[in-house]
Every structure is written in C-alpha cells, then in structure tokens.
C-alpha cells in the first residue's frame, strides 16, 4: 500500500490489546524517522522518551485523563521540547553541523549569531513554544510511519505536562513536555472507534487553489 492508503487505515486507536509487544525493531524505526524530521533552522529542540516499563506507564494514567491507550499501549512515546534555545545549546548545534558537513570551524558563526540575537529578543516562553512547534512535525512523520508499518498510534495531549516532566526528570534536563503518542495494536473488541469510518473535510473543504 502507499501512504496514502495507509493513512487512510490508520486512526487515533483508544483501547490496545495489551498482550501485543511490538517488536523493538519496528517501534525504532517509528524513532528513527521522528528523528529524521524537519526542525526550523535544523535547531532539532526535540528530544523523545521511549517508555515500555509497565509500571511506569500505570502510573501515568491518573496523569493523562485516565485514558487506557497509555497502561495499554505496548510502547509510549513522549515528545520533549527543549524550555530555551541557550547559548550553549545553540553553539552545540552549529558545532556538529560544521562537523558533520565537514566544514571550517566558525563557518556557520554568522547564521549563528542571527539566530542568537533573533531568539535573545524572545521571552523564554516564546522561545518554548517555537521548541515545541518542532516537536509536532517530529510527532506527525511517526504518526505516518506507524500506518506505514501497520501499527497504531494515538497522538495525545490531554495530560498534565508538569507532572509528567517532574515523573520523568525532564525538568532537570531543561526540557518540557509536549505531547505523547501510543504505539500497539489495536483491541477490535473494545474500541468503539475501531468500526467507524474515517471523517474528514472533503478537499474543496479544506483547499484553496490560488
């Protein structure tokens, strides 16, 4: 099938069958294209935490709403933004830019400062949430390869951020979280979604050709 079909197939799962584990290596490959997605600038302010301790995603549930997907889920993958694009953090970039892409130390010193001065006139709030905007592209390409690989997902916000932050010790690594996404197999039984047809906006609805 073809990405679009897949995308067709796939839907925000809300009860798993939690006696599927998925295997690591296609829950890797979910990460690794997360990993590979776009960020502004190529900051990549994104940093992701692979839950599949069970009882630590038990104890996450009272913390998102109660939802099932999170203890039922086989894994739970949690996106992270960085709290502030730091002098340190944006040298750190640059460095391994120039390193990767072999070039001149100091060759990006330029477009560097820019950035510096740009995001240095931002409160530390704006500052986040442009970190955490990068996160949702890096949330979106592991929705798509999830369908890819036939595994189902349910991108979720509905949980409380601080709280997750202080469980997980995001906070000491100045980041903060931004959303969450599930990954199993669907529980046909149980999930009252999984029979219903998919609904979206037809494309006149949504499109404007200009």
């Known amino acids: 099938m073809n990405l679009l079909e897949n995308l067709k197939w796939r839907y925000a799962t809300k009860r798993y069958n939690n006696q599927v584990k998925l295997a690591d290596e296609k829950v890797m490959q979910i990460v690794e294209a997360a990993r590979l997605a776009p960020t502004s600038s190529g900051l990549q302010p994104v940093e992701m935490i692979l839950i599949k301790n069970q009882e630590l995603k038990e104890k996450l549930v009272p913390i998102a709403m109660n939802q099932p997907q999170v203890k039922e889920c086989s894994h739970l993958l949690v996106f992270a933004a960085w709290d502030s694009y730091t002098d340190q953090r944006m040298d750190n970039v640059f460095k391994n830019m120039e390193l990767v892409r072999e070039m001149k130390s100091g060759e990006m010193n330029q477009y560097r400062d820019g950035l510096k001065a740009h995001f240095g006139s931002l409160t530390k709030q704006q500052q986040f949430e442009h970190a955490a905007r990068q996160a949702y ?74």
């Open 137 to 210: 592209i890096a949330l979106g390409i592991a929705i798509a390869a999830a369908a890819e690989l036939k595994i189902d997902s349910s991108p979720m916000e509905g949980f409380f951020n601080d709280q997750l932050d202080e469980i997980l010790g995001l906070d000491k690594r100045g980041l903060k979280s931004v959303t969450i996404l599930a990954l199993g197999e669907r529980d046909h039984q149980n999930d009252w979604l999984a029979p219903m047809k998919k609904v979206r906006f037809d494309l006149e609805s949504v499109l404007t050709i200009i």
